[in-house]
């Protein structure tokens, strides 16, 4: 994972470039400004954020696909590997055809160092095509094939004239596809290329041609071109689940002695090159989901933290991380390994059982930047759910019909981050709460994210979608750290929503029963990571609970409200009947701070309802805790992130998205009468 900064660009000539009024990134001067590449916006004042209204409701039926696929967009060999399993492998697991493109060639400073030379001469030609390998090695051993299996790669060429390295396998039904668009991690005067190329304007950034490619030809990017690239590559294979990177990293709040030196950027807690390489997909996803003809494409996003999770609690127990780091091993090799290609059979820097030993720990934990695609349940008096949800980065009404949910219909709204929050206000009318892209296009522009908000008028029919702009005001560095939106309905018809902020506590406004909000109010406490949980006690008080580094954290809508200290958790909180359950770091075990013990052995977040308790067992197959008994359905269903769960008189109902972009419904049998 080493990403240090190199001080030679690409070696082979340029025999392909394009015909624009740039400069070449490489040339000091031009670079200048750009030795410090934070979050992907500049560190001077910039204009004011170019920002649309959100996307109306159309009130039509949205695109729904045929099938499912999984595309991620990394920005070097191994993000998938460390950043973005096991979700991956649960889908690759249940048959989706999966689609890894590495933005960068990841060559880094060129030198694959081994234990017994800790430095060999640079070479970056061949430590790209080592890393390259590896990747193949790694891939066919989750096929369950040999890990010297050869690999069909070809030049895949796409219409605007750009080409990539792609290499495929398949075996027993499963595929996997690696596309290597291989852009240079630097440029000769040192600088960050990906960084640069979406912060500043009228850059061109080139290729590195790694050892043993099929495509010989260095090519040129800009920023549009790197755009379009993605684009047309979205087009191409038409994914359903779309996993990227991080492309608003926290502020590092001062915390200086533990930013990880040569990974992270001064002052934000992932590396330059995640974060720009995230926010050039979401452009290129926003750029799709308008061009496409007949409405947004069917996809869903999941953003996953990168170097983050060397700050917070490690979120994966001893059976999923064993599985994780195993598929790191035939990536990483050794020089001894002999898989036939004369320029290394992997990277050596991570080989063995260093993902294990590594005290950053980035192998251990599994975070979402937003807590991942789910969808948020509002049961109707007659018992029937309606499901709102992200799709095509808008939102989407879900209605149940014969036990089932029907087809999606658009409520707009976009581009929205994957999940939603919502309340039903007096009178039963539902009020839908996203986190809107409002604006981000690089190129020294001020990228902006706002709250916004929609209410129910009547059966099927909806309002305008209102802003409800940023807890951080005015300052739009701080305005994209924040978090996705929770509310939740008070006895007296007060709805309190509530936002992680930039400082990493929570800010509220409140919509008074006339449907007036009330300014943003810096609740402040924290720090705390995002997935708030909101909810009405037994006392009739709105409580929220968080989970931070060293305990639960917990607020009233007057403030901070610290509770006895608890067990430090690992995910996010669940709160229902007076109680709390959370899974502590690194365990499978789930806690009930003053309750029982309960056997319910999992991962990640559960909800809880009526009684119930809904997560995912450690192989990421949806249960249900119910009378101390577990209940699984009898096949699959395959869910994205954390599943929903209600409670009636009719027993538990449980929802989610799957890799295909629809959604699922299941009523336990054995429920309660």
């Known amino acids: 994972m080493r990403k240090r900064p190199a001080i030679a660009g690409p070696e082979k000539p340029v025999e392909r470039g394009t015909s624009r009024r740039s400069v070449v990134l ?52 191994d993000d998938d590997l460390y950043f973005m399993n096991p979700d991956a492998q649960h889908a690759f697991d249940a048959g989706t055809p999966l689609v890894c493109v590495y933005v960068t060639a990841g060559e880094a400073d060129g030198r694959n ?36 299996t050869r690999w069909d790669t070809i030049v895949l060429r796409l219409p605007s004239g750009f080409q990539a390295e792609a290499s495929s396998l398949e075996h027993r039904g499963r595929r996997v596809e690696l596309v290597h668009l291989d852009l240079a991690m630097h440029t000769p005067a040192g600088h960050m290329g990906v960084p640069a190329l979406w912060r500043e304007s009228g ?26 690239v993605l684009v047309e590559l979205f087009q191409r294979y038409r994914p359903t689940l779309v996993h990227t990177l991080d492309p608003d990293p926290d502020i590092q709040l001062g915390d200086r002695i533990t930013r990880i030196r040569d990974s992270e950027q001064p002052g934000y807690s992932d ?84 993902p294990l030993t590594n005290r950053k720990g980035w192998v251990r934990a599994t975070h979402h930047r937003y807590p991942g695609p789910r969808l948020a349940l509002a049961p ?18 879900y209605e149940e019909k014969d036990g089932r949910f029907g087809a999606p219909v658009d409520l707009g709204g976009g581009p929205l981050a994957p999940v939603l929050g919502g309340a039903v206000l007096p009178g039963g009318r539902h009020l839908v709460l996203g986190l809107r892209l409002a604006a981000i296009e690089g190129r020294g522009a001020t990228d902006a994210r706002e709250i916004v908000a929609l209410e129910q008028r009547g059966p099927h029919r909806y309002g305008s979608w209102t802003g409800l702009g940023n807890p951080e005001g005015s300052d739009p560095d701080r305005g994209r750290r924040i978090g996705v939106p929770v509310a939740v309905t008070a006895p ?16 509220t406004r409140v919509r008074d029963t006339a449907g007036t909000w009330s300014p943003w109010r810096d609740l402040g406490g924290g720090p705390v990571q995002d997935g708030l949980t909101a909810v009405v006690g037994g006392d009739g008080q709105v409580h929220v609970y968080a989970p931070g580094r060293d305990t639960v954290h917990h607020w009233t809508p007057d403030g901070a409200a610290p509770l006895a200290v608890l067990p430090v958790p690992a995910d996010a909180i669940a709160a229902a009947d007076g109680r709390l ?93």
């Open 581 to 673: 359950y959370y899974r502590p770091p690194a365990s499978a075990r789930l806690l009930s701070p003053g309750g029982p013990a309960l056997d319910f052995p999992g991962y990640g977040p559960v909800a809880a309802a009526g009684g119930y308790l809904l997560g995912l067992g450690t192989d990421g197959r949806v249960q249900l805790l119910e009378d101390g008994r577990i209940t699984r359905p009898a096949t699959g269903p395959v869910t994205l992130d954390g599943p929903a769960l209600v409670a009636d008189r009719r027993g538990p109902t449980a929802a989610g998205l799957s890799p295909d972009a629809r959604p699922w419904l299941w009523r336990p049998a054995r429920a309660k009468a």
């Open 492 to 507: 007296d018809g007060r709805v309190h929503l509530f936002v992680r902020n930039a400082a990493q506590g929570i800010s």
């Open 113 to 148: 160092k081994t234990d017994a030379d800790r430095q060999p001469a640079p070479n970056k030609a061949a430590y790209s095509a080592a890393r390259h390998q590896g990747l193949r090695q790694s891939y066919a051993t989750q096929l369950g094939l040999p890990v010297f």
């Open 380 to 397: 109707d008096p007659d018992g029937h759910l309606t499901a709102y949800g992200v799709l095509g980065l808008r939102a989407v009404r």
């Open 203 to 228: 850059l061109l950034l080139r290729t590195l041609v790694p050892d043993g490619s099929p495509l010989r030809t260095v090519q040129t990017y800009d920023y549009d071109s790197l755009v379009t």
């Open 26 to 77: 490489g040339g000091a001067a031009a670079l200048a400004a750009a030795g410090s590449l934070t979050a992907c916006s500049r560190a001077t004042p910039a204009p004011p954020p170019r920002t649309t209204a959100p996307a109306p409701a159309s009130g039509l039926p949205a695109a729904q696909a045929d099938r499912a696929l999984l595309l991620q967009v990394l920005a070097h060999p």
């Open 271 to 354: 590396h330059a090159d995640h974060t720009a390489v995230a926010c050039f997909t979401w452009a290129a996803l926003i750029r799709w989901a308008r061009q496409a003809g007949g409405g947004p494409p069917a996809f869903a996003v999941t953003a996953f933290r990168g170097y983050y999770n060397h700050h917070w609690p490690k979120n994966l127990p001893a059976q999923v991380l064993a599985q994780k780091a195993a598929h790191l091993v035939p990536y990483g090799a050794a020089p001894d390994w002999s898989c036939g290609n004369p320029s290394g059979c992997g990277d050596y820097n991570v080989g063995g059982d260093r």
